[in-house]
């Protein structure tokens, strides 16, 4: 009986022990802008205390002993702040900083700040890539977030004409891409040729290459989640810029309640297509544009509320030859209304209602016969988001994410309806996790997250773990493990992503299912150089897609429209970053390999084997660095490398006669070959180099003008090959010749020009 008094008078001293102690919150921001900062990071001098600022630029630091503390604040690019205060017991103080971004410096460094380890921006699997970068690095016609992002290690390109994301064995169906916590579906430009985020719009990126947490989920792979700028609070700004393909304008200011932010996108190309028409190839019509925008309402000190849009569409009429033409129209609408609530300095809450519609309608016309697609997508959902911090050791998350996903589709043939299943579902998740630091030494962060998707009744669990170790204050060595489901497949088309749509688990169609496990070393070799390591094992169960084999659909069960097989993928990637001097940039290579497994693909002996899909590359590398010549003047360069493709290369000639005698009419040839990508193109390898000027404008904005040169030295990198049979003939008789067409990517060096001025 003498416990429970002990345990009371125990119980009775730690709550004294926290209601003696003090705390401090607030939001970090840019002082020339008041945006806030994602990852900034905020620590007591002389402690152990510290905390990144989350996806709001919100920070705390609770059970603070009372006394007097130097607050520091760093963020990458930006002015250390530093303030000396004194906590009182008992005290909750309200702390807003604004850090001032770094001017450039010439003497030994440029970046003066040191550089400090954002505590999320470092975990494992992690990436962010900052907008800057995305603006400065030679681009195709036109500066874009997946491309930069296409150079880092773990995330391969499919060729020079796509922007998708393949990451880590996975193709860009298996990611999960938010904006402002919106789902956007299918989010490219030109049959994928860029994607559909305009950097002027864009705050934030952050990419999640696997063992992603709790507060994500519905895919396998990995999330990219990116954030709108929320205007500038201060004074009113914009910047215009005129390119080659598109030009952009965007403007931002404050009002009497908040901030505000526009940006528009559009093609330019129709003077020149103008000009043009009537030559072989050229578009009848051609165009597309992007529009993103953004109001913020400060309501009180601790409620801001936000509506963030975007709406973007691709429309091309072309002649592809005679008696062929393709109409090809797509796009996105997204709509999110958010809610950031403050209860106080240890709970915080984020609640958003948020709208995504895609639409595809490509028509192809042959021979007046015509083939049409219709394919949309209406995504309506509630999130909501807490986090509570109940000392200085436990960080807890929860939250729910509930919504209606409705796929009406159809596709037709000469007037005559193939293919129309519609799909509506209810999903529904919740998810709790906690991020546990019992030591400076140690962070234990462990979550499960419970999956609902109604059509098929299905309920999936997904445990995570990640453990990460500090050694010594430079190293971080990390491991994590996941489980991850995904109800939704991307059935892709090589040609345009405009055929591409998405199809639903089902009665009979059971989810798709993988596990991840990632090992991982972060160093900061000194205050100038950072090397990072990782290897993963991730597998890939349960895939489904359409039967290629399926001769006709009609009359089919929507289960019956399927072939299911499995995958796995391993690889160690290695990135070194420098972030000071007039030299800076980063170094990537990776090693990865990637499988897949279905029914009747490289049969032996009546069993399917493994087969490397086509981004598979083995080996890829990359190298980036800028170099400032003055104030004024700055040289970028890119070069990239990467294993050959995975191709299926014919090793023979076949010829088939429909009937017994072979002089019949039925004549057929056709090649034969070793297997489905058992075979390899050359090695891919580019280089690209820009170089930028700028300074004032006539006195009244400031410019920057770029010039750069994709693919510098002409490589002649095969994008596709393929096939024709012709005949020759020879003085003994008429003989079949096959030819193969290698069919190049950007074979030539690429100019391009822009100017932006921004006032």
Do not use: C
Request: aromatic share 14%; proline share 5%.
């Amino acid at each position: 009986m003498k416990f429970f008094p002990l345990l009371f008078v125990l119980l009775l001293g730690v709550q004294n022990v926290a209601a003696q102690s003090a705390s401090i919150s607030g939001f970090v921001k840019d002082a020339t802008s008041e945006e806030t900062l994602i990852l900034a990071n905020v620590t007591l001098v002389g402690t152990t205390k510290g905390a990144a600022t989350n996806n709001t630029g919100y920070y705390t630091l609770t059970n603070i002993v009372p006394g007097t503390y130097t607050v520091l604040a760093t963020y990458i690019g930006y002015q250390d702040y530093r303030v000396e205060i004194t906590l009182t017991p008992g005290e909750t103080r309200r702390l807003d900083i604004e850090l001032a971004p770094d001017d450039f410096t010439f003497d030994e460094v440029v970046v003066t700040a040191d550089r400090q380890e954002e505590e999320e921006a470092r975990n494992l699997g992690v990436a962010q890539m900052k907008v800057e970068t995305v603006k400065q690095l030679p681009t195709i016609l036109e500066p874009d977030v997946f491309r930069s992002l296409q150079l880092l290690p773990g995330v391969k390109a499919a060729s020079d004409y796509s922007s998708g994301l393949y990451i880590r064995g996975g193709d860009p169906g298996q990611t999960l891409i938010l904006l402002d916590r919106t789902t956007v579906y299918n989010p490219s430009h030109v049959f994928g040729f860029f994607s559909t985020f305009n950097p002027d719009a864009i705050k934030d990126v952050r990419l999640y290459k696997g063992g992603f947490p709790a507060s994500y989920g519905g895919r396998i792979g990995s999330v990219l989640d990116i954030y709108n700028k929320d205007g500038n609070r201060r004074e009113m700004g914009g910047s215009l810029s005129l390119g080659l393909l598109a030009s952009r304008a965007f403007v931002e200011g404050p009002y009497s309640k908040g901030s505000y932010m526009i940006a528009l996108r559009r093609s330019t190309l129709e003077p020149l297509l103008a000009a043009l028409e009537g030559q072989e190839g050229i578009p009848d019509a051609f165009y597309f544009y992007d529009l993103n925008g953004k109001v913020n309402i400060d309501a009180t000190e601790n409620d801001r509320l936000s509506l963030s849009f975007y709406a973007g569409t691709d429309n091309l009429d072309i002649e592809i030859f005679d008696d062929a033409a393709l109409n090809l129209k797509y796009g996105n609408r997204t709509f999110s209304a958010n809610w950031t609530h403050i209860f106080n300095e240890k709970l915080f809450s984020n609640f958003t209602l948020t709208t995504s519609r895609y639409f595809s309608k490509p028509k192809v016309s042959f021979g007046g016969t015509e083939f049409a697609q219709d394919s949309r997508i209406f995504d309506t959902s509630v999130k909501g988001d807490l986090e509570y911090y109940p000392n200085d050791r436990h960080q807890l998350e929860g939250g729910f994410w509930g919504g209606v996903f409705t796929f009406p589709f159809s596709s037709s043939f000469d007037g005559e309806e193939t293919f129309s299943p519609r799909v509506q579902a209810g999903y529904a998740s919740v998810y709790l996790q906690d991020t546990y630091r019992p030591s400076s030494l140690w962070k234990l962060q462990g979550g499960l997250r419970l999956n609902y998707f109604s059509d098929g009744d299905f309920i999936r669990l997904e445990p995570r773990l990640t453990v990460e170790h500090m050694p010594v204050s430079t190293v971080r060595l990390q491991a994590s493990y996941g489980r991850y489901y995904q109800f939704q497949t991307l059935i892709t088309n090589e040609s345009f992503s405009g055929f591409d749509f998405w199809l639903t688990s089902a009665d009979g169609v059971l989810p798709a299912y993988g596990d991840q496990f990632i090992l991982g070393v972060k160093t900061s070799l000194s205050s100038t150089f950072s090397f990072d390591a990782e290897g993963y094992y991730r597998t890939m169960r349960q895939l489904f897609t359409l039967d290629p084999y399926l001769p006709d659909p009609s009359g089919l069960d929507y289960s019956e429209f399927f072939t299911f097989g499995k995958g796995h993928a391993y690889g160690v990637e290695l990135q070194l970053d420098k972030t000071r001097g007039r030299l800076n940039g980063f170094m990537g290579y990776t090693f990865g390999v990637t499988r897949r497994r279905f029914p009747n693909v490289n049969l032996e002996g009546g069993t399917p084997q493994f087969y490397p899909p086509k981004y598979d590359r083995l080996h890829d590398a990359n190298l980036v660095l800028n170099y400032h010549l003055s104030r004024k003047w700055r040289t970028t360069g890119v070069f990239t490398f990467a294993t050959g493709q995975a191709f299926t290369d014919p090793k023979g000639q076949a010829r088939f006669f429909d009937g017994q005698d072979v002089t019949g009419f039925q004549e057929q040839e056709f090649l034969v070959t070793g297997g489905f990508n058992r075979d390899r193109l050359p090695n891919y390898h580019r280089l690209d180099v820009g170089v930028s000027r700028s300074g004032r404008f006539f006195g009244f904005a400031d410019f920057e003008l770029q010039l750069q040169v994709i693919n510098v030295y002409a490589r002649r990198n095969i994008w596709f090959t393929f096939y024709e049979f012709n005949e020759s003939t020879e003085s003994d008789g008429t003989q079949d010749v096959i030819e193969r067409v290698d069919v190049p990517q950007i074979p030539i060096p690429l100019p391009n020009v822009s100017l932006t001025l921004t006032f």
